[in-house]
């Protein structure tokens, strides 16, 4: 059987690399919280993309878009392959999402895992190219990112989040080229006193991640190392 663990920390194919390569990659930045450009998940998007000037970023928040549950009737794999018969804003998400480079996932922990909000969203991705389970040729040249936050202070809660999207990401022949995950994710976006200093050191961090992750679709092993650090510990 095939390996099928994502290719952690791949870099770019050789068709995305050389002279003028960031102007030419197209990001897709989806923010999965109900709290929409309030949340922390938005503060973590944003810091990621400040270091991804030069290429074109489309940014979508599930909160402001109707989404409706996927019912299971598998016509977008076999009466309209790669269409669901619903009619809303998922159309719209996938279209921008079959053209990207790089998929930035974002979500809040709840429960263990992704928001109520996310997860509608991922199961709608059943449309986005007929049936996952069918053999394909080779991957695709997308890549992705996995964005979280949690309140607690116990890291361990994104493991089951972070086994989730390695299998799915290898399941949609999509190289997962980093996770980040934070726990007391309320820093973000209401600091209390005495924690705006380590708040701005990883943004910082992250804007530095963006940076190398677009130039070369890989993490350098300094930063690469602190991934497994929270906010407060910057």
Known sequence: QS????HLHERW???????????????????????????????????????????????????????HHCTGCYSCWNTTPGRCIQEDDMAGILAH????DLLL???????????GLFKLFFDRLTAAGGDPHAPRKAPGTTRCLMVANCGYPIRSQFSPLSAWIRH???????????EFYTTTGKVL???????????????AFLTECGRHILQDGSLPDDLREQLEKNVLDF
């Open 105 to 115: 996932f974002g979500t809040p922990l709840y429960f263990g895992h992704v928001s």
């Open 189 to 203: 976006t209401a600091p209390e006193e005495g924690q705006s200093a380590a708040r701005e050191r990883y943004l």
């Open 13 to 67: 194919p050789e068709s995305l690399t050389g002279d003028g390569m960031e102007g030419s990659m197209k990001i897709v930045a989806i923010n999965g919280s109900p709290r929409g450009k309030a949340g922390n998940t938005h503060v973590m998007l944003e810091a990621l993309l400040s270091g991804m000037a030069g290429a074109a970023v489309t940014r979508i928040t599930l909160a402001e878009k109707t989404l």
């Open 168 to 178: 799915v990401a290898a399941l949609m022949q999509t190289p997962l080229l980093a």
């Open 97 to 100: 999402m079959r053209d990207a």
């Open 3 to 6: 390996d099928q663990r994502p």
